[in-house]
Nanobody, 120 residues
């Protein structure tokens, strides 16, 4: 079964950091771009960041540029989202999905996500 599983969320104070993981099972991550999206309560889902299959190309939403860093370790079949200087408005359920390329449509469904809550 082809699956992506998100983990690493939690409760953190403003200004804190978290690292999210997106682990693949049932397939090799190497050939796919992976994108992170998030959905805050009462808001539409938004794209946060994406990384190409070879890791050379990345993109970020303006709201997270300079604070979030996406990376991948194909040997571990995992993509990471390092989130620094977290703000309360970063509170959301974070998801990862698989793409052939970042500007294309997703080729996997939404998973369970991992909850990030930024609060004092």
């Amino acid at each position: 079964q082809l699956q992506l599983v998100e983990s690493g969320g939690g409760l953190v104070q403003p200004g804190g950091s978290l690292r999210l993981s997106c682990a693949a099972s049932g397939f090799t991550l190497d050939y796919y771009a992976i994108g992170w999206s998030r959905q805050a309560p009462g808001k539409e889902r938004e794209a946060v960041s994406c990384i190409s299959g070879n890791g050379v190309s990345t993109n970020y939403a303006d709201s997270v540029k300079g604070r979030f860093t996406i990376s991948r370790d194909n040997a571990k079949n995992t993509v990471y989202l390092q989130m620094n200087s977290l703000k309360p408005e970063d509170t959301a359920l974070y998801y990862c999905r698989r793409y052939y390329y970042c500007s294309g449509p997703a080729v996997s469904s939404w998973g369970q996500g991992t909850q990030v809550t930024v609060s004092s």
